[in-house]
């Protein structure tokens, strides 16, 4: 699937939705599209699905552009964030439904429906109505009506939002299960960066309907593109500093070593530390105040306000020796062993980030 120079301008809109979105997707690839509420992923899956016609750009499958063509032609299967099936069929008959809708013989219909309400695991359940499902067993039936018609693209929106976390977590397992089997092209959209990073191949991440970084996930967490990325993707410290070398920048006084990214050149810079890259030391370091320390299971996270306001969060493994902190206890700061934190500087005047 390719996005070519993709653009959506709704009427009245001051700025564009979607903004010259570029995107080559392989075969049996699995795409996550993460990025803010309002940034464009929906209106970016409707596009592809059909149901919005773009304002300029093209969409392409296999190197043939699917624009003129309206969404069932589309080879294109698509689960919503609420489901929406129909609460009058049973889980059988919803997943049916595409496959009479488009004239198969009933056995055939019948056939094929238990053939994917197996693949999701919920054949045992086929009679039942929507009401009778929990949350995640209607989410399994729409994804088998999704897959009944044999898409070669299916599309994803938030699919696991109304989720509680721990059958959120089974059904991402699942989802991953299904399209690894299926062999079928997968884009999902998705605010969760966690969820992005933890199921994608390749993750696209968006800001403003532009497109800021599409690599895997990986990448995207240690070798962000921009600074927004760094900043939505995991935690991060943002903390102004100053450029003293190539790669070194002073932070607060401190010299650290840093990955310069951004494009510009010396000073100022905004240097990005995760708080998994941070020690408390007992010697020197940054001088810092605990203003909190929080026992999260098997890590310790501290909040912490440097001397001149800036604050941030660390986190300890406590199978290091990490120990909760009094608040107003003074602490030093230091970077954990081999960790380069990354430095934006202001990219020149009139480049586009
Ligand atoms: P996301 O799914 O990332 O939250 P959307 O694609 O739903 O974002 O929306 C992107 C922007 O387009 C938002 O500013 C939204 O208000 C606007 N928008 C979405 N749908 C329409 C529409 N049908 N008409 C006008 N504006 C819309
Ligand atoms: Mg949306």
Same mark, same amino acid.
């Given at each position: 699937?390719?996005?070519?120079?993709?653009?959506?301008?709704?009427?009245?809109?001051? !700025?564009?939705?979607?903004?010259?979105?570029?995107?080559?997707?392989?075969?049996?690839?699995?795409?996550?599209?993460?990025?803010?509420?309002?940034?464009?992923? !929906?209106?970016?899956?409707?596009?592809?699905?059909?149901?919005?016609?773009?304002?300029?750009?093209?969409?392409?499958?296999?190197?043939?552009?699917?624009?003129?063509?309206?969404?069932?032609?589309?080879?294109?299967?698509?689960?919503?964030?609420?489901?929406?099936l129909f609460p009058h069929m049973s889980a059988l008959d919803n997943?049916?439904y595409?496959?009479?809708?488009?004239?198969?013989?009933?056995?055939?219909?019948?056939?094929?429906?238990?053939?994917?309400?197996?693949?999701?695991?919920?054949?045992? =359940?086929?009679q039942r109505l929507p009401r009778e499902?929990?949350?995640?067993?209607?989410?399994?039936?729409?994804?088998?009506?999704?897959?009944?018609?044999?898409?070669?693209?299916?599309?994803?929106?938030?699919?696991?939002?109304?989720?509680?976390?721990?059958?959120?977590?089974?059904?991402?397992?699942?989802?991953?299960?299904?399209?690894?089997?299926?062999?079928?092209?997968?884009?999902?959209?998705?605010?969760?960066?966690?969820?992005?990073?933890?199921?994608?191949?390749?993750?696209?991440?968006?800001?403003?309907?532009?497109?800021?970084?599409?690599?895997?996930?990986?990448?995207?967490?240690?070798?962000?593109?921009?600074?927004?990325?760094?900043?939505?993707?995991?935690?991060?410290?943002?903390?102004?500093?100053?450029?003293?070398?190539?790669?070194?920048?002073?932070?607060?006084?401190?010299?650290?070593?840093?990955?310069?990214?951004?494009?510009?050149?010396?000073?100022?810079?905004?240097?990005?530390?995760?708080?998994?890259?941070?020690?408390?030391?007992?010697?020197?370091?940054?001088?810092?105040?605990?203003? =909190?320390?929080?026992?999260?299971?098997?890590?310790?996270?501290?909040?912490?306000?440097?001397?001149?306001?800036?604050?941030?969060?660390?986190?300890?493994?406590?199978?290091?020796?990490?120990?909760?902190?009094?608040?107003?206890?003074?602490?030093?700061? !230091?970077?954990?062993?081999?960790?380069?934190?990354?430095?934006?500087?202001?990219?020149?005047?009139?480049?586009?980030?």
């Amino acid at each position: 699937l390719t996005l070519d120079a993709v653009t959506q301008h709704y009427k009245g809109a001051p !700025t564009p939705a979607v903004d010259a979105v570029t995107l080559a997707i392989g075969a049996g690839e699995l795409v996550a599209l993460l990025g803010p509420s309002g940034c464009g992923k !929906t209106t970016l899956l409707r596009i592809i699905a059909g149901f919005v016609q773009q304002s300029t750009g093209r969409v392409l499958v296999g190197g043939r552009a699917l624009d003129d063509l309206p969404p069932h032609r589309r080879e294109v299967g698509v689960v919503f964030q609420n489901y929406a099936l129909f609460p009058h069929m049973s889980a059988l008959d919803n997943v049916a439904y595409g496959l009479a809708a488009r004239g198969a013989p009933r056995d055939a219909q019948q056939r094929k429906a238990r053939e994917m309400l197996d693949l999701v695991q919920m054949d045992h =359940l086929a009679q039942r109505l929507p009401r009778e499902m929990s949350g995640g067993q209607q989410q399994r039936v729409a994804l088998a009506r999704a897959m009944a018609v044999g898409p070669r693209i299916l599309l994803l929106d938030e699919p696991f939002a109304a989720l509680d976390k721990s059958l959120r977590l089974d059904m991402q397992i699942e989802v991953k299960r299904i399209q690894r089997k299926a062999g079928i092209t997968c884009i999902m959209v998705t605010h969760d960066q966690e969820e992005a990073l933890s199921m994608a191949d390749r993750v696209a991440v968006i800001n403003k309907g532009r497109l800021e970084q599409f690599a895997p996930p990986n990448e995207v967490y240690d070798s962000p593109a921009t600074l927004f990325v760094n900043r939505f993707v995991g935690a991060s410290n943002a903390l102004a500093a100053r450029m003293v070398g190539a790669d070194m920048a002073d932070v607060a006084g401190e010299r650290w070593p840093v990955r310069p990214l951004g494009g510009g050149a010396g000073s100022p810079a905004t240097v990005c530390v995760r708080p998994e890259q941070l020690r408390i030391s007992d010697g020197a370091g940054l001088p810092g105040t605990i203003e =909190l320390s929080l026992p999260l299971g098997p890590q310790i996270v501290h909040e912490i306000r440097l001397a001149d306001g800036q604050a941030l969060k660390l986190v300890e493994s406590r199978s290091h020796g990490a120990r909760l902190r009094e608040p107003g206890s003074a602490v030093s700061l !230091t970077l954990a062993e081999g960790a380069v934190p990354n430095a934006f500087t202001p990219a020149p005047e009139g480049a586009r980030p």
